[in-house]
């Protein structure tokens, strides 16, 4: 469950809660909401900074129990840095080490007085779903597959001082609980998660969502259609394949066209035959990630109720090593009737994401975004911090990046010229479904842009983004925030 959201219009050092929280600069000045905190304890907050025990630098945060005068157990005070240089990144932080320090904490119900804080460029609206989302993400638990234990202390609550901002938090409210779905569908483990389980998550939207409808297409159904390049990669896994299909009538009487998000589902990816070291692999439970996004993406607009159609196309698909697995040199046919030169079983997502694309042009979209960890080479292009975003429509690629700056779950624009198209020739199909080791995050988009020919497309590659690495490392729940931006965008558009 998200957190719950409200409008808290009281003075900060009365508001009946069980922490307050407030900015504070690092030149020792104070927020309005501090100054408030500070009179009220008789200046005890700038004795505190003036004495260090306090900081303003950007991301630091100090917790004060027990504070005279207020009527909070406690006050968390998080550093703004340089007023001059406050920006939307370093609203973001102080929200983010400010919700860090209460997940910590025994606190249920907190006042958080950050959106009162002026942000250039930045309306009271954006500060308030900003602040809020960033609490829900950092008060994120797994716990599906843990030992059960209390959870009594978690926080629950958040009250912001944002007066008028409720369709704020309304949307906020959806963005997180879309951002939840996707960061647990990712964190479960594949053997859980997989293919069936996906479409069962799906089939829960349908159920919870009014004006959603799904299909779920199955194997015969993706022969039937000829989608020879998914299926070749499906071929080696016990889980069988599934495309799923969900649909949101959110235009009113006679409908739109609607827009298009797919995303790749591989629930597990050994590399097939094409097997990758064994260091890590545990990650790649994770590569179904734009799945999960897309989905999340899905559930933030319905739950907005935007007042657009929506299509989510979701190529669910385990790629395991088998007797019956496809391998280095086998040719597929795809949707689109195009023939496929398997160089690399491991590159197996656009193999799936190429039937998927053809697959939903019936819908006649007016645009599709594809979301996938597609390529290692964009990890080493553009590290963990922005998405890697393709697509030869200018207009398309500017609505995407302004969605990212906005949301701050930014993307980076790549070149997707026909001059790196040359690496995907095959003396033995149409194409091959690798392009060498140069440009790898292009060629692979490269390959994509083959099956949207006519098509108003763009790619995101979230391989450095959808999730931390490491033993502990979680989904990040990116790009829903992008995503979510986007659609809202699109309304009235």
Known sequence: MTLAFSLVTDPPALVASDAVVAGVYEDRSLSAAAAELDRAAGGAISR???????????????RLLGLGGVASGRVLLAGLGEPARLDAARFLKACTEAAKVLKTG?????????????????DLAWRARTAAVAFDAQSYRYSATLKPRP???????????????????????????????????????PNICNPAYLAAAAANIAAAEAGVSLQVLERADMAQLGMGSLLGVARGSANPPKLIVLRYAGAGAGGTRPY???????????????????????????????????????????????????????????NMPDGDSYRPGDVVTSMSGQTIEVVNTDAEGRL?????????????????????????????????HAHGLMSRH????????????HSLDRAWRLPLWDDYQQQLESAFADMANVGGKSAGAITAACFLARFTDGQRWAHLDIAGTAWDEGRKGMATGRPVGLLAQWLIDRVGA
């Open 260 to 318: 298009a998000l797919v995303g790749k589902g591989i629930t597990f990816d050994t590399g097939g035959i094409s097997i990758k070291p064994a260091a890590a692999m545990e990650e790649m439970k994770f590569d179904m990630m734009g799945a999960a996004t897309v989905m999340g993406a899905f559930l933030a607009a319905v739950r907005m109720r935007l007042p657009l159609d929506l299509v989510c196309v979701v190529p669910a698909v385990e």
């Open 394 to 405: 200018d207009d398309l690629a500017g609505e995407l990046l302004a969605a990212g700056e």
């Open 151 to 189: 959870n009594g202390d978690a926080l629950a609550e958040l009250a912001l001082r944002a007066p008028g901002a409720g369709q704020a938090l309304a949307q906020a409210t959806a963005i997180a609980a879309g951002m939840r779905l996707a960061r647990e569908l990712g964190n479960l483990p």
């Open 106 to 122: 025994p606190a249920r119900r907190a006042a958080v007085y950050l959106p009162e804080i002026e942000v250039p460029g930045r």
């Open 48 to 62: 505190l900074l003036a004495s260090g025990d306090v900081s303003g630098k950007p991301g630091a945060v100090t």
């Open 352 to 384: 799936i994401l190429c039937d998927a694309l053809t697959y939903v042009q019936r819908f006649e979209p007016r645009a599709i975004v594809d979301v996938a960890t597609l390529t290692g080479a964009c990890v080493i292009a553009l590290g963990k």
